[in-house]
């Protein structure tokens, strides 16, 4: 008989797995929707291959892998897709998640689909192709994608099968050996194969399953696997803590079973593969428990990944009112479920319905009495106690140096605590916050490593740029010394004649480009004429509001009429800047034709004659409204208005009387300049449209030489200064040459 090591630490709660074994694994009818989560495994969220309204049948692939450790989802029965939305999924914090909403259509219609008569004739990587795309993860743990696990590069000498289930009420496994002992047999081998055939494969089976193991040990007959059995103790199921009880070796911290040659594998995952491989049928449902004494029923169900929870509950008598909470898992190691209509998916091995007197509501935690019988529970050979005091100061160094991570989270410290401190909690906690700074630093790192790459690179560029400044710097040094060299060692000559003209023409350049600059200043007469237009603006908007004021009728309330004198107010101080800054302006320079120009422009007369008009207009509007007024405060507020616009009306009719005569003489003089200067530009257009094809090549060509000798001016004057503009300037030579070079070659063409 193989010798077996013992647990450390553990606990022995009641097991409670007698209820549901009673009957054989029951089907259920479909339920009206089927909710399946795109993520039900721990990696990446799988591509979603299909949309609304779309018509799926059974097995059909819903979501493919993406990503290594990634694993797809499929149909579990034919119908519609009604929605992918957000829904309430399995997780301790009650989150959404991505999920594809399927209405059965009642048919259970298959895809064409075919699986492997021997899979020997295949090679061990076909094998984790269908692994991988049939959506298979761990069916009694935290869900890791199967492919990936039995993807090792280490050698594999010991292969596990893990046929614990430790974990009190939950029968799923036990019934699945029970009922399917030749397909779990045939699963092994498979995975046998795909490992390179280990020297020895186990199956670790508690000795509270004495039905499975005799069924399984008559299917075990002329074959390598040898069926292990050893006392019942939780959590002996944990990956870690089997290894230990049937090899005697230990995982190392942060490690692998890989890292010591073991691979371990659920026998509900044994079992899927087995239906993946030689039934060529995708993981899209899996046997789970249904019990507690606030159920009438207790069994195990073929269940299909999607099924609400309360369609389960349905048919198995649940009494709301009986049942303390509701627990997916076991009550060890269970989540609270707030909402019966969450899904059941791929590592639901259990849906727990107790009463009160099954599993009460906790007392209020106590503070720690330091009794150390979490620290004699604990199978990791963990320090609960001093776990649990880091976590409560957020000393997260600490924590993981005292082997956080190696928490399998059983609850035995929880379980054992006389203090009723709910120990688990924290280390969930402590293990997501740890996660969230290690995320935030990686991000923090990239950033920093970005930052420092642009900079190097701006830094490399400038270098390189002063690098070039400073060439050209020295190369226009040179030829200023060469230059100076020559007009001293010899007498005037064409060529020095030659520099001195280039120089004065750089100086030309110069000059114009200067005067070009001094021309787009706003000359004194132009700066005038702009606020002479704000106070015209500032005029005609205090004459706005003053005029929204009059309109005001009786039912206005004292509010409106507070903020339409506000604006008046407001509209005067605008005018008085624009005045005042009108005043301070410089008087400009006489200018005869430009005065001409106004009066040609527009002529004063008229427009006071136009100014008088509205101002009467107005007058006779405000008499009007003041006769209908019947509020004094109204009457009064138009009469001051009515004041104010015939004063206007006086000033405007003297300066009508007082306004100069129009000058016909100038006006004529202007409209002659300009009729002569149309005449040019209509004589000039003439002559080109008369000129012959040659002549007007020679006047091109003369342009083009033109425009060449100040092009290459001031590529010298660039050069001599060390500029950043002689690549630009250079290439305007070149292109100028070029076109006078085609000019020129088509002129001498034609003559």
Request: glycine share 6%.
């Amino acid at each position: 008989m193989r010798k077996v090591w013992d647990l450390i630490g553990g606990v022995h709660p009641p097991e409670n797995k007698h209820q549901s074994v009673q009957e054989s694994i029951g089907t259920l009818p479909l339920p009206e929707k089927l909710v399946i989560p795109l993520n039900q495994h721990i990696g990446a969220p799988p591509k979603l291959l299909v949309s609304a309204g779309d018509i799926v049948l059974k097995g059909q692939p819903l979501a493919e892998p993406k990503g290594m450790v990634s694993v797809g989802v499929h149909a579990p029965t034919s119908g519609q897709i009604s929605e992918i939305s957000d829904y309430p999924i399995p997780h301790p914090s009650g989150m959404s998640a991505r999920c594809v909403t399927l209405i059965p259509d009642g048919k259970d219609e298959w895809i064409e689909h075919k699986g492997t008569d021997n899979f020997r004739d295949k090679t061990p990587e076909e094998l984790l192709d269908i692994i991988r795309s049939s959506g298979i993860s761990g069916l009694g743990g935290a869900g890791f994608a199967s492919a990936v696990k039995l993807s090792t590069r280490q050698p594999i000498s010991t292969l596990i099968i893990n046929a614990t289930e430790c974990e009190p009420y939950i029968t799923a496994d036990d019934m699945l050996m029970q009922e399917r002992p030749e397909a779990i047999v045939e699963g092994i081998k498979i995975l046998s194969y795909i490992l390179g055939e280990p020297d020895e494969i186990l199956i670790g089976i508690e000795d509270n399953k004495p039905q499975a193991y005799e069924i399984l040990e008559s299917y075990l007959e002329g074959t390598n696997i040898e069926l292990v059995e050893f006392s019942t103790r939780y959590p002996s199921g944990g990956e870690k803590q089997l290894i230990q009880i049937l090899t005697g070796k230990e995982v190392p911290n942060g490690g692998l079973p890989a890292d010591i040659g073991i691979v371990c594998q659920n026998v509900g995952t044994t079992h899927a593969i087995q239906r993946a491989i030689v039934h060529g049928e995708p993981l899209f449902s899996r046997v789970t428990t249904v019990t507690g004494k606030a159920c009438s029923t207790n069994r195990n169900y073929q269940t299909l990944i999607g099924t609400p929870i309360s369609h389960l509950l349905e048919y198995n008598g649940f009494d709301q009112s009986q049942c303390s909470r509701l627990v997916m898992g076991g009550p060890m190691m269970g989540l609270t479920l707030e909402n019966p209509e969450i899904p059941v998916i791929k590592t639901t091995n259990c849906i727990l319905a107790p009463t009160e007197d099954e599993l009460p509501t906790p007392p209020p935690a106590q503070p720690c009495i330091r009794c150390g019988m979490c620290a004699e529970a604990c199978p990791a050979s963990l320090l609960p106690q001093q776990l649990f005091w880091y976590a409560q100061s957020q000393n997260y160094e600490r924590l993981e140096a005292h082997n956080l991570f190696d928490c399998i989270e059983c609850g035995a410290c929880s379980y054992v605590c006389p203090s009723n401190i709910p120990l688990v909690q924290y280390y969930r906690a402590s293990k997501g916050e740890i996660r969230k700074l290690a995320a935030e630093k990686v991000n923090a790192d990239r950033a920093r490593q970005r930052f420092e790459f642009q900079k190097a690179r701006k830094e490399k560029e400038e270098a390189a740029k002063a690098a070039k400044r400073e060439a050209r710097k020295k190369a226009a040094e040179q030829a200023r010394a060469k230059a100076a060299n020559t007009r001293t060692s010899t007498e005037v000559s064409p060529a020095a004649t030659g520099a001195t003209a280039k120089s004065s023409a750089a100086d030309d350049i110069i000059k114009a480009a200067m005067a070009r600059a001094e021309a787009k200043k706003a000359s004194p007469e132009e700066q005038r004429a702009k606020l002479e237009r704000g106070v015209v603006r500032a005029e005609s908007h205090l004459e706005t509001v003053e005029q929204r004021l009059q309109d005001l009728d009786s039912e206005a309330t004292d509010k409106q009429r507070e903020q339409a004198q506000a604006a008046i107010e407001d509209a005067r101080l605008r005018l008085e800047d624009a005045q005042s800054k009108l005043k301070a302006a410089p008087e400009p320079k006489p200018d005869k034709a430009k005065e001409v120009m106004a009066k040609v422009q527009a002529s004063p007369k008229e427009a006071l004659e136009k100014k008088i008009a509205t101002l009467k207009d107005r007058i006779n509007v405000t008499e009007e409204k003041i006769a209908e007024a019947e509020d004094d405060a109204l009457k009064a507020a138009l009469q001051k208005g009515l004041e104010k616009q015939q004063e206007k009306l006086r000033d405007a009719e003297q300066q009508l009387t007082e306004a100069p005569a129009e000058s016909t003489t100038a006006i004529s003089e202007t409209e002659d300049a300009a009729a002569t200067a149309i005449a040019k530009a209509q004589a000039k257009a003439a002559a080109q449209a008369s000129m012959s094809d040659e002549e007007k090549l020679r006047a091109n060509v003369t342009s083009l030489q033109t425009r060449l000798k100040k092009a290459q001016e001031r590529l010298i004057v660039a050069e001599e200064e060390g500029s950043n503009h002689i690549d630009a300037l250079r290439t305007g030579v070149e292109k100028l040459q070029a076109k006078l070079n085609s000019a020129e070659t088509e002129l001498s063409e034609l003559s």
